[in-house]
Nanobody, 116 residues
Framework: QVQLVESGGGLVQAGGSLRLSCAASGVIFRINAMGWYRQAPGKQRELVATITTGGRTNYADSVKGRFTISRDNAKNTVYLQMNNLKPEDTAVYYC??????????WGQGTQVTVSS
């Protein structure tokens, strides 16, 4: 059985930093990439950042230069370092495990709230 445990969310002031982590328990096969999505109330879930097993990253334009995604492939753990946070970053952040020809896994979500 696989479980994704997210942590690191919280309340911060604008300009502050947080680091999110997502640790997968159990063994996950056919991993292509891991990443983060976020969703604010009344809005669609959107891509934040992803990283492939080979280390290739991509970011939403809104977070480029501020967020950094990293991964420990051996532990199936992904991190999101968030710097210079803005109120617009307020959302529930969801960890994603993207799998090849297999269903994806999603974390339970962790709340990030940035005050002005």
């Amino acid at each position: 059985q696989v479980q994704l445990v997210e942590s690191g969310g919280g309340l911060v002031q604008a300009g502050g930093s947080l680091r999110l982590s997502c640790a997968a328990s159990g063994v996950i096969f056919r991993i292509n990439a891991m990443g983060w999505y976020r969703q604010a109330p009344g809005k669609q879930r959107e891509l934040v950042a992803t990283i492939t097993t080979g280390g290739r990253t991509n970011y939403a334009d809104s977070v480029k230069g501020r967020f950094t995604i990293s991964r420990d492939n051996a532990k199936n753990t992904v991190y999101l370092q968030m710097n210079n946070l803005k109120p617009e970053d307020t959302a529930v952040y969801y960890c994603l495990v993207d799998r090849l020809s297999a269903p994806n896994y999603w974390g339970q979500g962790t709340q990030v709230t940035v005050s002005s």
